[in-house]
């Protein structure tokens, strides 16, 4: 069966199982060009897409299409498989997306109105706990009309739908490959983007090559590429300097991107790229926890954090403190906590203890992922540090490879963790919406009637997303006197590329995800 698989994985390309070791490149391919490595410390949790809210979409996107999409330097949705999408009401309830003529997926199964509607309809169907589903509360069913045309009928007014259709939670799949009711779980996949995956190894590498039944937006500036899974940041800039790799993604820690901004002889064939980033970092409370569960406890642990101190020892001016859910740069943004806490203070914090009838010391268990690279850890030893000074708190600290970690909090088992969250798309529903309500991507239920039935709400109504500061800037009063989430920081985005390698700044897209196709090498072409 190896053996077979491996023989087919070249004249198949759209459906091949992901088996590592069959050798279907070679450093140089046909017509004497050097294939591109990029390395991440982000690997794909899941290859299908009905069941990723993750870090998962970073393949996704190059792999699978979507309806819409962010063309680089685009801040709203704009067609991809969509030859047109538009409302059809002022209400902001009936959503209508017309098809390109002609599209395929890569396996020549026809991409018409039927397979947009089985792709979406099967998210909903299969409704993985904490996954995409989530994006699509406000959809109510899909209809055809034709072969070409799909109509959304949303059952309340969101005018954040066409982002979500933009987001790689979207991904359209064939409705032969796979199936309405379930995961796909034969380690296949078949799409219809720039790239189809040649194969996968599990925590080693992904190796895609060009689809040339592709129609969308996207230029390649490559035949074809491979994306190396690493563990470890200082590992993956070691690749980078001995030449394995050519360009580097997610996972750079502040300690690297210092060394490699540097003028150094190590550094002479290198370049470091610097974006804005809207990606931010948190606390978690779970309110079910002994600890966790009391808000006297939040409120102190929000009154102690001294966010420019973390960002100053950690983080090296790699990021900076964020005093909202809601970053800099994105609607709705205030400095809510600061207002709220003013500076770090203990005595105001052995006050709230106090008036809240809690003894003290308090005992917390703080988890994080490796998911964000090595310098998670020295942030939470940091933050261990800052609440076990005030006497207040004795901290435990566990961090775990992500994998792992996910089992945990899905499963509700931390009291306090650290996530990151990288927009789904550019609007502040999108820092909000996910993490509140009884079912959120976090697995750890935030009930408020006033953010999930009034403001939230209220906001999607209105078209004009520049017109919704007010709903979140109260949002923001709400998370702050209850301290569910505590925002931690805001990070700027680096990429490292060889000096051979062009296309790095036009990389990212709105979703801070990495468009493959825009890499290539300057001696190449």
């Known amino acids: 069966m190896f053996y077979r698989t491996c023989l087919r994985a070249g004249a198949a390309l759209a459906s091949i199982s992901l088996l590592a070791g069959c050798g279907l490149f070679s450093d140089t391919e046909a017509g004497g060009q050097k294939k591109i490595s990029v390395g991440t410390t982000s690997e794909p949790t899941t290859l299908d897409p009905a069941a990723a809210w993750d870090s998962s979409w970073e393949l996704y996107r190059n792999v699978f299409q979507t309806l819409l999409s962010f063309p680089t330097g685009s801040t709203a949705p704009q067609p991809d498989a969509a030859q ?28 018409d109105a039927a397979a947009v509607k089985h792709s ?11 996954g995409p589903s989530g994006l699509l509360n406000s959809l109510g069913s899909v209809e055809l009309v034709g072969d070409r045309t799909v109509k959304f009928h ?13 987001t790689p939670a979207a991904s359209l799949v064939p409705p032969g490959e796979y199936p309405r009711n379930s995961l796909r779980d034969d380690g296949r996949v078949v799409g219809s983007g720039p790239y189809v995956l040649r194969s996968y190894s599990k925590g080693k590498k992904a190796e895609l090559a060009g689809n040339e039944t592709y129609d969308g937006y996207a230029k390649r500036q490559n035949d074809s590429l491979t994306i190396r ?62 600890n ?27 990021a900076e403190p964020l005093y909202s859910m809601v970053p800099k740069g994105i609607v709705g943004h205030t400095t809510e906590f600061f207002d709220h806490y003013g500076d770090p203070n203990v005595a105001k914090a052995r006050k709230i203890l106090a008036d809240g009838g809690v003894e003290t010391p308090v005992r917390l268990d703080l988890w994080y992922t490796d998911r964000y690279g090595s310098t998670t850890a020295l942030e939470f030893k940091e933050l261990k540090r800052q609440l076990e000074a005030s006497g207040l708190f004795k901290v435990k600290v566990t961090g775990k490879p992500e994998a792992e970690f996910l089992k945990g909090y899905k499963s509700g088992s931390y009291p306090v963790f650290g996530r990151g969250w ?55 009063e709400i998370v702050a006197e209850e301290v569910r989430l505590l925002p931690l920081w805001q990070g700027k985005l680096y990429i490292a590329v060889s000096e051979e390698m062009g296309g790095g700044e036009r990389a990212f897209d709105p979703q801070s995800i990495m468009q493959m196709w825009e890499l290539y090498r300057k001696a190449s072409w």
């Open 84 to 111: 047109s999408c538009e409302f059809a009401d002022a209400a902001s309830k009936t959503y209508v997306c017309v098809l390109k003529p002609g599209l395929v997926f890569s396996n020549g199964e026809k991409l």
């Open 229 to 290: 899974y690493f563990t470890d940041s200082a590992a993956m800039v070691s690749a980078l300097r001995e030449k394995e790799i050519q360009a580097t993604y997610r996972g750079l820690d502040a300690n690297e991107v210092v060394e490699l901004q540097r003028k150094k002889p190590e550094n002479e064939d290198l370049r470091l790229i610097e974006t804005v980033g809207t990606d931010i970092r948190y606390l978690v409370f779970n309110a079910r926890d002994t």
């Open 154 to 166: 949303l059952k309340v007014a969101d005018a954040t739908f066409p982002f979500i259709l933009a």
């Open 422 to 476: 990288i927009p789904d798309f550019p609007d502040p529903d999108n820092y909000v919406a996910p993490f509140v309500g009884e079912n959120n991507v976090l697995a750890t239920p935030y009930v408020n009637d006033e953010i999930t039935k009034e403001l939230l709400p209220a906001s999607r109504r209105e078209s004009d997303r520049g017109a919704v500061a007010k709903d979140f800037q109260r949002v923001q």
């Open 120 to 130: 979406i309809d099967r998210i909903r169907l299969i409704d993985v706990p904490n």
């Open 292 to 318: 966790a569960g009391k808000l006297p406890v939040r409120q102190a642990v929000a009154q102690l954090v001294d966010r420019g101190e973390l960002v100053s020892k950690v983080y090296q001016g790699t």
